[in-house]
């Protein structure tokens, strides 16, 4: 299956890739053997909540929106339908066009902490459900839910995709990396330590030291180092963030800014002593400025 990524949310490159041998394992599973293509757009809620409300007049966001190129006709999905498929022909894809795909990033990441599954695993299966509809498989009749449940419970199979996987943030765990990082600080002219641990959607951990410096402006602050860390490495989805220090110390503003640019549900964890506290990104940095807001 070619994919056309239009990512305008971010979603980590190793994901990406388990999507992408789903959607292959779509084809497949369906028994179609002709060379197909799909675009699929990363979004966020707001911009899936206005395609929802222009084309569908629900003025809400939601997970997926699927929009095919083929009018199956009732009862045939893809695999009966390749003289259809053959009419959808797209020369710049060299392939089959089934139709555009957009997913909200935000949703399925919110998605995933509710049921207590991976991000991994709601990335694939939201994918599975769009090309899913755009092979002309439906849920609206009792009798076609189950048909198409089938069909996706046959390709999550396929690619080994889990209801039960689960990547849960043991926050004890962050906590400890944060408290760990805090002894590696560089400090000497504030004499204040500070450790942070940031865990990305895909599961790893990421941890920063505040790192001083003679010029004071140029000090980079634990949090910042944590994330820098983790970009570098190709990683700009995270949903959990923990910070110790001697007393109470939320992120400064700079570093909520930096935050709020790759993961503005973030949820954040302080620790002090004995103490730990929760707040999330948004009740630190309320209305925040990020990407979205470049957006015309």
């Known amino acids: 299956m070619l994919i056309e990524w239009d990512v305008r949310n971010e979603i980590d490159s190793a994901i990406m890739e388990r999507m992408k041998t789903a959607a292959d394992l779509c084809l497949k599973c369906e028994n179609v053997t002709i060379p197909c293509a799909v675009t699929v757009c990363l979004c966020d809620d707001a911009m899936i909540a206005d395609i929802n409300r222009q084309y569908r007049g629900i003025d809400r966001s939601t997970d997926v929106l699927s929009f095919p190129s083929v009018n199956y006709p009732l009862g045939k999905t893809a695999g009966d339908s390749e003289t259809l498929l053959r009419q959808e022909y797209d ?25 207590g599954h991976t991000v991994k695993r709601e990335a694939v299966y939201l ?61 000497p002219y504030s004499s204040y330590p500070v450790g942070a641990a940031l865990h990305s959607t895909d599961g790893r951990i990421f941890t920063g030291c505040n790192v001083e ?36 110390a939320w992120p400064c503003g700079a570093c909520r800014q930096v935050l709020n640019e790759f993961a ?8 002090w002593d004995d103490h730990v506290e929760e707040k999330t990104l ?14 015309h």
């Open 91 to 115: 020369d710049e894809y060299d392939a089959a066009f089934l139709g555009d795909l957009f997913i909200s990033v935000p949703h399925l990441i919110a998605q995933a902490r509710e049921y």
């Open 213 to 248: 410096n003679a010029s004071f402006g140029l000090t980079n602050c634990a949090e910042r180092t944590a994330v820098f860390k983790a970009v570098s490495e190709g990683v700009r989805s995270f949903d959990v963030l923990a910070i110790a220090a001697k007393t109470k």
């Open 127 to 187: 994918l599975v459900h769009g090309i899913c509809h755009l092979m002309g498989y439906d849920h609206i009749e009792e009798s076609d839910k189950e048909r198409m449940r089938a069909m996706e419970e046959k390709i999550l199979a396929a690619a080994s995709v889990s209801r039960e996987e689960t990547d849960a943030v043991d926050d004890q765990l962050l906590l400890s990396k944060a408290r760990e990082a805090m002894t590696r600080s560089y400090s």
């Open 264 to 271: 503005p549900d973030l949820r954040i964890l302080v620790t």
């Open 282 to 295: 948004k009740e630190l940095l309320p209305e925040g400025f990020g990407p979205h807001s470049m957006e």
